[in-house]
């Protein structure tokens, strides 16, 4: 699953999700520590990367939008030459 380049924005976002949930639930109890601040700091940057990859490969937000049927700019292929 890993190795699958359009399964690996999705697995960084869950993950980082996982994440985020378990270090606010260890930063309430009364036994927080650096650690806990870590973990949270860990899915933050693994939901961050997440979406920068999943932006990357469906070509940015220009690419989203073109797929799903709104407008924004054309910028062609990468072979076109002016």
Do not use: C
Not at 13 to 29: D, E, N, P
Not at 59 to 82: C, E, F, H, Q, V
């Amino acid at each position: 699953m890993v190795k699958d380049p359009k399964n690996r924005p999705l697995l960084y976002v869950v993950t980082g999700v996982i994440a985020v949930a378990a270090a606010v639930y260890f930063l309430m109890l009364p036994s927080a520590g650096i650690l806990d601040w870590f973990i949270l700091a860990m899915g933050i940057v693994s939901i961050f990367k997440g979406v920068q990859e999943y932006l990357q490969l469906h070509g940015g937000l220009a690419g989203i939008r073109r797929k799903s049927g709104g407008s924004g700019p054309d910028l062609g292929t990468p072979d076109d030459k002016a």
